[in-house]
Nanobody
Framework: QVQLVESGGGLVQAGGSLRLSCAAS????????MGWFRQAPGKEREFVAA????????YYADSVKGRFTISRDNAKNTVYLQMNSLKPEDTAVYYC?????????????????WGKGTLVTVSS
């Protein structure tokens, strides 16, 4: 069983930056795919970024490519999402998720474990 706890959300002005953290408890194996998703008010949850616990190139949604960076610290069992050049449309609850035995970093359907989310609000 894996538990995920997000932190780092808050209020920021457009153009600003935030770094989200996702602390994982339990054993994370190299086969895990770790991801960030978000859900804006009145919208469906959408994929943001993913990375394999074993490393390799990350995967991003087109809407955040070039602005967001996902990374992981295996020693700390933590995944990060560095968000730069934030826009009001980035306002959402951001969720960390994990999938055991992901075939690749693109295998982001059916994430098995989810955190409770952290709210990011970007003011214009």
């Amino acid at each position: 069983q894996v538990q995920l706890v997000e932190s780092g959300g808050g209020l920021v002005q457009a153009g600003g930056s935030l770094r989200l953290s996702c602390a994982a408890s339990g054993r994370i194996f190299s086969s895990y795919v770790m991801g960030w998703f978000r859900q804006a008010p009145g919208k469906e949850r959408e994929f943001v970024a993913a990375i394999k616990w074993s490393g390799g190139n990350p995967y991003y949604a087109d809407s955040v490519k070039g602005r967001f960076t996902i990374s992981r610290d295996n020693a700390k069992n933590t995944v990060y999402l560095q968000m730069n050049s934030l826009k009001p449309e980035d306002t959402a609850v951001y969720y960390c998720a994990a999938k055991p035995y992901g075939s690749s970093v693109y295998d982001t359907e059916g994430m098995a474990y989810w955190g409770k989310g952290t709210l990011v609000t970007v003011s214009s």
